[in-house]
Nanobody, 118 residues
Framework: VQLQASGGGLVQAGGSQRLSCAASGRTLSMGWFRQAPGKEREFVAAIMLTGRTTYYADSVKDRFTISRDNAMNTLYLQMNSLKPEDTAVYYC???????????????WGQGTLVTVSS
């Protein structure tokens, strides 16, 4: 499976941005991770195949929403009330089960940069 993330860009603090991740085939659970400059990659959100169950990092809960369109093989991350500390390269990934651990993801997209200005 190949994953292609898109939708990054420059946004002002308090603004919104939506990321997309197009998959070349059917995927099971999917997730978003991010890596800020000088920091390790961290979990952001994950969603199972049916979309009924989602996980969020505490830092983005109530601000970000993960969703998927299985007919289009596309994953989304709606980001609202963005903060400068949300600045990072955002990666989408696919796994066999719903998990927050990056080592459990088998496929990764190339990343898309989100920059939040203060």
């Amino acid at each position: 499976v190949q994953l292609q993330a898109s939708g990054g860009g420059l946004v002002q603090a308090g603004g919104s941005q939506r990321l997309s991740c197009a998959a070349s085939g059917r995927t099971l659970s999917m997730g978003w991770f991010r890596q800020a400059p000088g920091k390790e990659r961290e979990f952001v959100a994950a969603i199972m195949l049916t979309g009924r169950t989602t996980y969020y990092a505490d830092s983005v809960k109530d601000r970000f929403t993960i969703s998927r369109d299985n007919a289009m093989n596309t994953l989304y991350l709606q980001m609202n009330s963005l903060k400068p500390e949300d600045t990072a390269v955002y990666y989408c990934a696919a796994a066999k089960s719903l998990t927050i651990h990056s080592q459990d993801y088998d496929y990764w997209g190339q990343g898309t940069l989100v920059t939040v200005s203060s």
